[in-house]
């Protein structure tokens, strides 16, 4: 099956076997069984798809499989990190953040915590957006986060060391690298996509692309080369126009880190000198 990486339900390891793997289940137990199925050393990471109290079986097996925590609700479900923080001990751990209303809540505890955090993007409206900014700024400027928080991290560092970056492949939502599998077994781009039943997502992808970058506001943005139209789907009539402030702040950040690193050696050389 090639390089791709899939993302497959549990319960079809057996048809992915040999293949790299992401493999999800809302299951703790199912998880574990999955695992002793297939090669541990082709997965990825396993994706918690609920907030169990009980993660023992995961804490004695398995070390260091690196394990993702998916909150579809973060206002609500927030406060069960605190339950998961012994499996640091066994584990790298990832929370996976649904952008919707209280996730700042969620980011806040996950990196207080040392959990890494992934951001789950769709098309935020004004009030997530201010709420992303917030969560923007906590990561920009709060002493104790250690981990990073995606997409911002990787998008930072792309403007920092001037490196091409791609928001489809942060958001791990490339067809060229991940193959997302559906609980029906058909196979498309990502969760995003699960009603597009594409035999080929990555030509599907590919014509996604061009019909965004065709739109008004992709052909003239300064950011596509880093979004490609990631957030004109599903509806490409999206307003990016909060996004872009996001974008233009992680730009302007990453330009001031340059300056004070060029500072800083500069200060260095004339103590040398």
Known sequence: ????VYNIPASKVDLYRGS???????????LTLSLARC????????QLLSTPADTSALESS?????????????ANEYLKLYDYANLLDSHPIRVSIEVAPGFGKAVKLAVSLNFSVKL????????LI???????????????????????????LSYFRNEPASL??????DPSQICYVTEDGEETISKRFVDQKQQQPIRYAEIFQRQASSSSECSSCEFYDRCRGFFKWPDIQYNCGGIKRVFATLES????????????????VQMQS
């Open 62 to 74: 398995f070390y260091s499989l690196p394990v993702d925590i998916h909150l579809k609700d973060p």
């Open 39 to 46: 090669d541990p050393t082709r997965v990825r990471f396993i």
């Open 253 to 268: 950040s990453a330009k001031e880190l340059q300056e004070d690193l060029s500072a800083y050696r500069a200060m260095e």
């Open 130 to 156: 201010a709420e992303l900014e917030s969560v923007l700024d906590l990561y920009l400027h709060l002493g104790n986060v250690r981990q990073p928080i995606e997409f911002f991290h990787s998008l930072l």
């Open 20 to 30: 790299n793997l992401i493999i999800r289940s809302a299951n703790v137990k199912e």
């Open 120 to 127: 789950e993007m769709d098309q935020p409206g004004p009030e």
């Open 1 to 4: 099956m090639g390089a791709l």
């Open 168 to 173: 489809w492949q942060i958001e791990e939502e």
